[in-house]
């Protein structure tokens, strides 16, 4: 049924986006969308009514709509929140109080005429002067929309909205405010003007390159670039109004007029979900000195254009988070950066070469300086939060960084933007645990140095490197590809090749008993890869391959990916191949989150002695796919929620491969016996199901005289020689013995199970009778 209470003309004032939809059909009014989406986004259906704060102090009503026994919290409040005396969602409105100041509208209720005090205040009383009850008094305002031809609008004592196009604005419209803070929601398909005083907003929205001139417009103090499809340009700005980025990516330009902001003015910045440029003309006799950001809501990129290096300061804030660049000198003269009242900031000083005072709160906030740049003489304090001190310079070890970052205040992650051979020793930074690299794009490692005689062959670098890891467990993030240095040949007899490299290599401080380490994986999808080998060629050795990731000293590797990750060895190229793509350490543990794919590769443990390369690979925390192989270790694997590949090494396996549909690499290489075999937990057999990739995709379904003879067998040994009997070269069978389920591989067509050629593996859980041809393959 119909809303009694909700208003539409107020509906449409405070959100402009709706009119525009129901102008253009999306909704056939005002209240289909309030119903379908409005009060879900918290927007108000009068100004009397907060669903959100009904929702908070009515949970009944919540599970009563959620059940769909009344279409909005609207509708009930009118059908019975407000005779049983409950609030509006905040103090706009008392029932009791209103019918007793007001007998006359007590009479009409009795009677019919009206179900509530409360319908008759929105509908009625409101306008006629009436008190609500309530301790609470929204300001209200009038919507005016500007037709095709010439306009003279005159707003009210309220906060107006003004709502005009392309087709309705013109220079001879005139708008006068009046008092109230009004707003003006322009919607541009081509370039336009008006005359308009006592307008404090205007929120433009350009889809065609389009610019407004404001060179007639007096008193506005916001231009709001909002949700434009296109670049937006604001020209003739009369004063020093804010600029205001509202979910937009379109560059916004904004050119002041001559003389109104002075030689030491603050450009004003608000920005809600925006990522754009916004490029500044002053104007003749104009300079800004400061720029002041604030962050309303959401997260921001800008980039500040306009060719001149005059600003000197920065300040941001606000409860949402911004990034701030300039795009080529704008940020050279800046000396004082203030970040403490945003909820977390970036602020990009990679040109400038000044000293600089750097202030931050409780947000998580960074700095960047360019390489060189980062000194002693510079004052960093980023606070409380888990903040990053960025610097250009590749080698983050050397001792002046050391002390100037020791120097610093606040900084919990140290990182580069260097592209070659970046280098960290983590142990001698007092209060940094994470190092990050990759964050000016790809790293690569510096390729080695073949034998020369007398030069010396030396190895590739490890595009990076991360030196003095404690045992309790540093990190690094990684937000780009990684590829270690390539081996590179030896020219002369007896002259040695250059190895290659890892992409990532991370060393110990000091060793302990279990040391662990923690890898990230953000901002982008990212390879991690090592070097290539190289063929002997003039020399007497091969150069041998890198692995991806060389964490060969740690017992525990953590690894967290929000973007997703793939890990491998270089190419042999002729040289020596690596065996492995993530190399660990002694008896490790692997454990894997986050909700992106990772592929791991190979990953096998350095340790010599063999009972000490049993690694355990955890990846139950992780939504993405999984893509793991292990060596030849008695290995644990548990996959995630993705469809995961699993590859079982040459020991004794326990895999499980958790939600999804999964795939199990099994083949004569894992080098199972009858009493030494892998087993899967959790096999979902049946079409649609998991599936072992080993031998062949053909099936023999025994029949049940013979699942039975199989069954009946004395000893496992026995009951594997009878199944090998029913069923054909290279073909996979299923039986059940002592309560268990197996799946068996006849891979030489004999009677007897030979190992390196046939295959078996416990199916746990499993019954016989659901495995099916659908899961080999």
Do not use: C
């Not at 600029?243 to 809600?272: H, K, P, Q, W």
């Not at 060393?507 to 080998?533: F, H, K, P, R, Y």
């Amino acid at each position: 049924m119909a809303l009694q209470t909700f208003v539409q003309e107020y509906y449409l004032q405070q959100n402009p986006d709706v009119l525009q939809a129901v102008l253009q059909g999306v909704f056939t009014s005002a209240e289909q969308h309030y119903t379908l989406y409005g009060e879900a986004e918290g927007r108000q259906p009068n100004p009397y009514f907060e669903p959100t704060g009904y929702y908070t102090q009515n949970p009944d009503v919540l599970a009563a709509v959620q059940a769909g026994a009344f279409s909005s919290a609207l509708e009930h409040f009118e059908m019975y929140g407000a005779t049983e005396g409950r609030q509006p969602g905040a103090d706009t409105f008392n029932e009791a109080t209103y019918l007793a100041d007001n007998p006359d509208v007590q009479a009409a209720v009795d009677a019919g005429t009206f179900t509530s005090g409360y319908q008759h205040f929105v509908l009625y009383g409101a306008n006629e002067g009436r008190a609500s009850g309530g301790s609470e008094s929204p300001s209200t305002g009038e919507t005016f929309t500007l037709t095709a031809g010439v306009d003279n609008l005159v707003g009210t004592a309220g906060d107006d909205t003004f709502i005009g196009d392309s087709a309705s604005i013109s220079p001879a419209d005139t708008i006068d405010g009046r008092a109230g803070t009004d707003r003006a929601d322009l919607f541009l398909s081509d370039d336009e003007t008006l005359n308009a005083t006592g307008v404090e907003q205007f929120f433009i929205q350009s889809t065609g390159d389009d610019t407004f001139n404001a060179a007639s417009v007096e008193g506005a103090e916001e231009f709001w670039s909002n949700r434009s499809s296109d670049t937006l340009t604001v020209s003739n700005i009369q004063n020093n109004a804010t600029l205001g980025l509202l979910d937009t990516d379109e560059t916004f330009n904004a050119e002041f007029r001559a003389g109104v902001i002075g030689d030491d003015g603050t450009l004003n910045i608000a920005t809600d979900s925006s990522d754009a440029t916004v490029n500044i003309d002053a104007g003749t006799g104009n300079t800004f000195t400061t720029l002041a950001v604030a962050a309303v809501n959401g997260s921001s990129v800008i980039e500040i254009d306009g060719g001149v290096a005059s600003y000197t300061s920065i300040e941001t804030s606000g409860e949402g988070s911004v990034s701030l660049s300039d795009d080529t000198v704008e940020f050279d003269s800046v000396t004082s950066v203030d970040l403490q009242a945003a909820g977390g900031s970036y602020v990009d000083l990679e040109d400038n070469a000044l000293d600089v005072t750097v202030t931050a709160g409780a947000g998580d906030d960074a700095i960047e300086f360019g390489a060189g740049e980062f000194n002693t003489d510079d004052s960093v304090d980023l606070g409380e939060g888990d903040n990053t001190l960025v610097l250009g310079d590749a080698d983050l070890s050397t001792n002046a960084i050391v002390t100037a970052v020791n120097a610093a205040s606040g900084v919990s992650t140290l990182a580069s933007t260097a592209t070659t051979d970046v280098v960290a020793n983590v142990g001698e930074l007092d209060d940094v645990s994470t190092i990050a690299a990759g964050l000016g794009g790809s790293v690569t490692g510096s390729a080695a140095t073949g034998g020369n005689a007398p030069v010396v062959a030396a190895d590739a670098a490890a595009a990076v490197t991360i030196n003095g890891i404690a045992s309790s467990g540093d990190s690094v993030n990684v937000t780009n590809d990684l590829t270690g240095g390539q081996a590179t040949a030896g020219t002369g007899g007896g002259d040695d090749a250059g190895n290659a490299a890892a992409g990532l290599e991370l060393n110990m401080g000091t060793d302990g008993a279990n040391d662990s380490v923690s890898i990230s994986i953000t901002g982008n999808s990212s390879t991690i890869e090592g070097g290539q080998g190289v063929a002997a060629g003039g020399g007497d050795t091969a150069g041998e391959a890198g692995v991806g990731i060389d964490a060969r000293e740690f017992e525990t590797v953590n690894i967290s990916a929000d973007e997703d990750l793939t890990v491998a060895r270089g190419a042999a190229n002729g040289g020596t191949a690596a065996t492995e793509d993530t190399l660990v350490g002694a008896n490790a543990t692997v454990n894997i989150t986050g909700d992106s794919d990772v592929d791991l590769g190979t990953v096998a443990s350095a340790a010599a002695d063999a009972s000490n390369r049993n690694l355990t690979i955890n990846a139950e925390e992780l939504t993405g796919d999984l893509t793991v192989t292990t060596g030849d270790g008695n290995d644990t694997i548990v996959g995630g929620d993705g469809d995961d590949d699993i590859a079982a090494g040459a020991g004794v396996n326990t895999l499980t491969g958790g939600a999804g549909r999964d795939e199990f690499n099994i083949d004569a290489t894992d080098n199972s016996t009858v009493a030494d075999h892998s087993t899967i937990t959790d096999f979902q057999a049946g079409r649609g199901g998991d599936t072992i990739d080993g031998g062949a995709a053909a099936y023999d379904d025994l029949t049940a005289s013979q699942r039975t003879t199989v069954s009946e067998a004395d000893t496992l040994d026995d009951a594997v020689v009878e199944a090998l009997g029913f069923t054909d070269n290279t073909n996979w069978t299923a039986f059940e013995y002592d309560g268990k389920t197996y799946a068996l591989f006849d891979g030489d067509d004999n009677a007897t199970f030979d190992q390196g050629t046939d295959i078996i593996v416990e199916l746990s859980g499993v019954a016989v009778a659901d495995v099916t041809v659908d899961n080999f393959v």
